[in-house]
DNA sequence: CAAAAACCTGACCAAAGCGTCAGTTTTTTC
DNA sequence: GAAAAAACTGACGCTTTGGTCAGGTTTTTG
């Protein structure tokens, strides 16, 4: 109708692109891959199925590029993890960030968790390796604070997993959380306390040298 | 050919079933419900499709009765949570029950998992309200304990949440554990890493008074 | 051992699924 | 402002899917 004046390059593209990938990663992370059916997406997203297809070959394309934008953002809160700043200081914001991503990306982070549950299938050896390189990478920070006195000896990469654990229970297994806490959605008040006792365990748990 | 002797009953039928059910989880674990095929099922069970249906109405049939049976499971771990007890065995134990059974059965806690991604959906009021009478149940336990100075003051909601999170996490979450470790497999030996890490965190972070 | 009950199954649907395509409309380019 | 490029789409084809069914076989029962 109303004749678009200026800069538009690939924005249709674009913006196209965006609608189908936010629509597709919902779906994703309540149904799975294979329970997914591209006529939903197309619905979800507004476009025609025919326009879908235009844009990504096939299923497997979606998903792929979702997964990339993912892993994208694995390494981010972890940048936290700092050799030069104090540990307790450090793991509280770790934990934070953590905390914060999976409930302001409640979406992303179940369709990462389901990925997971099914095998992590669809990651490429390569993208493995990177999520490896970063762990490792970071895991030698802990130990450095551990070595120095000032964290307990801990294995590195069991306390990022439990961290990880934690922190993305509330966001991928909400519906448990509810339940638990007896409401029929978590508050912003519940995602508080959550990430206090988390905190404070993990901290109390490790900062002390432990006694076994 | 040979004639079956002596008592028998129902147990074709239970045996069948028992198949069906535990091709089914498998399936369902990885698959999520939409994603998983009935003729699948019924190749993994070794059963005709149509022998399938003998046995199960729908396949919403099939999933429910799994739903059942994993709920059953679900107080069982709790018991240790036991206000006679010493917190530090209770809690002890309760983890590595909790660890016990997700990795000993890995398909069941997955297909949990995938049914909790999922929104629970399939729960019912009822058993909704199960789980949270028996947590609030043993979260009362756990106030004793504090009331009584021998842990601190505490969320017990929160703390169970966080040794759920992190006990499921190895089996739900292998890839990720396989990938942090720089395995192609979780051992043994690695659980129990997992399972001495989850307690040091969790006992030192609660046993002694926080300092908030 | 015969009738009844339980069990089994190949073949068959209608609906839904993924992906295609030929042709139309809109936007961009020069 | 016309040709080229990009975006769009209804309708279609072929496969898979959940579920059915009519009739068969095996087991149980009395």
Redesign the interface.
Same mark, same amino acid.
């Given at each position: 109708m109303v004749a678009p004046k200026k800069n538009s390059e690939a924005r249709i593209r674009a913006r196209n692109e965006a609608k189908i990938l936010k629509a597709a990663v919902d779906l994703f992370?309540?149904?799975?891959?294979?329970?997914?059916r591209i006529a939903e997406i197309s619905q979800a997203s507004g476009l025609p199925k025919a326009n879908v297809y235009y844009y990504f070959e096939t299923k497997e394309a979606i998903y792929a590029t979702l997964i990339e934008r993912l892993l994208a953002g694995w390494d981010r809160a972890l940048d936290h993890i700092d050799p030069s700043r104090e540990p307790e200081d450090a793991l509280r914001d770790y934990i934070r960030a953590k905390m914060d991503y999976s409930r302001q990306n409640l979406v992303d982070s179940?369709f990462f968790?389901?990925e997971?549950?099914?095998?992590?299938r669809f990651?490429s050896r390569k993208q493995?390796k990177h999520?490896?390189n970063i762990?490792?990478e970071k895991a030698a920070v802990i130990d450095g604070w551990i070595k120095a006195g000032k964290l307990?000896p801990?294995?590195p990469?069991? @306390?990022?997993?439990?961290i990880?654990?934690?922190t993305?229970?509330?966001a991928?297994?909400?519906?448990?959380?509810a339940?638990? @806490?007896?409401k029929s959605r978590l508050t912003a008040r519940d995602y508080e306390?959550?990430y206090d006792?988390?905190v404070?365990?993990? @901290?109390?748990?490790?900062l002390?040298p432990?006694?076994?």
């Open positions: 992370s309540r149904k799975g891959f294979d329970g997914t179940r968790a389901n997971m549950l099914r095998g992590g990651l493995k999520m490896q762990t490792k307990a801990i294995d990469n069991h @306390l990022f997993m439990t990880w654990a934690s993305q229970f509330y991928d297994f909400a519906t448990v959380a339940v638990t @806490l007896c306390d959550a006792n988390i404070t365990l993990i @901290l109390n748990g490790c002390k432990a006694s076994k």
